[in-house]
């Protein structure tokens, strides 16, 4: 059974930093390609940053500079490391797995998806 697990979503302040971590199992997890996207209500689940097998990343232009991906496949695990948040980021935070080898946009391309942790960026 393949589990994607997501934690360390909150509220902060614009400004500030967030670690999100996404716990795998179930799948070979160094033969998956990983993304995190986001949901706001109403809007379509936006690809925000991937990465591939061996760690090479794409972003959306929207968080270029300010996220960083990052996966070690040892411990089976996906983080994306948030910083200077804005107001903008408010959203549910999903990481989903596909078996491709290289990370893509489209969310029609994974094939697992966690349950999301909800971040949110207010003053």
């Known amino acids: 059974q393949v589990q994607l697990v997501e934690s360390g979503g909150g509220t902060v302040q614009p400004g500030a930093s967030l670690r999100l971590s996404c716990a795998v199992s179930?799948?070979?997890?160094?033969?998956?390609?990983m993304g995190w996207f986001r949901q706001v209500p109403g809007k379509e689940r936006e690809c925000v940053a991937a990465t591939a097998w061996r760690g090479s990343a794409i972003y959306a232009d929207s968080v270029k500079g300010r996220f960083a991906i990052s996966r070690d496949n040892v411990e089976n695990a996906v983080y994306l490391q948030m910083n200077t948040l804005k107001p903008e980021d408010t959203a549910v935070y999903y990481c989903?797995?596909?078996?491709?080898?290289?990370?893509?946009?489209?969310?029609?391309?994974?094939?697992?998806w966690g349950q999301g942790t909800q971040v949110t960026v207010s003053s």
């Open positions: 179930g799948l070979t997890f160094s033969r998956y390609a």
């Open positions: 989903a797995a596909t078996a491709r080898s290289t990370g893509s946009y489209h969310s029609r391309d994974y094939d697992y």
